[in-house]
């Protein structure tokens, strides 16, 4: 029901800009996320956005460098200067609790499948 999309190989200082579609839901009821998972690593959070665009949470590792959108069916996540450390498996979620944006992924109902990132040095 979430289908991320716009991952891909890029080198250090580069910008991607990731995609999240959702179907079957009623997109405007859920507030978004982005997670990632490098290797060996627990998954954790990226940025997340509310249900009306009016809040926005950033990991401090991506203050400044990410930004998350959302439009009335997609979430975004455009990512510029681009860092190694930035290498992982970039996932969207959706949480219809409130409507305001979490960093903890325990509450997010529905997952993308997952788009990879790779930053070259």
């Known amino acids: 029901q979430l289908q991320a999309s716009g991952g891909g190989l890029v080198q250090a200082g580069g910008s991607l800009r990731l995609s999240c579609a959702a179907s079957?839901?009623?997109?405007?009821?859920?507030?978004m996320g982005w997670f990632r998972q490098a290797p060996g690593k627990e998954r954790e959070f990226v940025a997340a956005v509310s249900r009306g665009s009016s809040t926005t949470l950033y990991a401090d590792s991506v203050k400044g460098r990410f930004t998350i959108s959302r439009n009335n069916a997609a979430a975004f996540l455009q990512m510029n200067s681009l860092r190694p450390e930035d290498t992982a498996v970039y996932y969207c979620?959706?949480?219809?609790?409130?409507?305001?944006?979490?960093?903890?992924?325990?509450?997010?109902?529905?997952w993308g499948q997952g788009t990879l990132v790779t930053v070259s040095s």
């Open positions: 079957g839901l009623t997109f405007s009821n859920y507030a």
């Open positions: 979620a959706a949480d219809r609790r409130t409507g305001s944006p979490t960093t903890d992924l325990r509450y997010y109902d529905y």
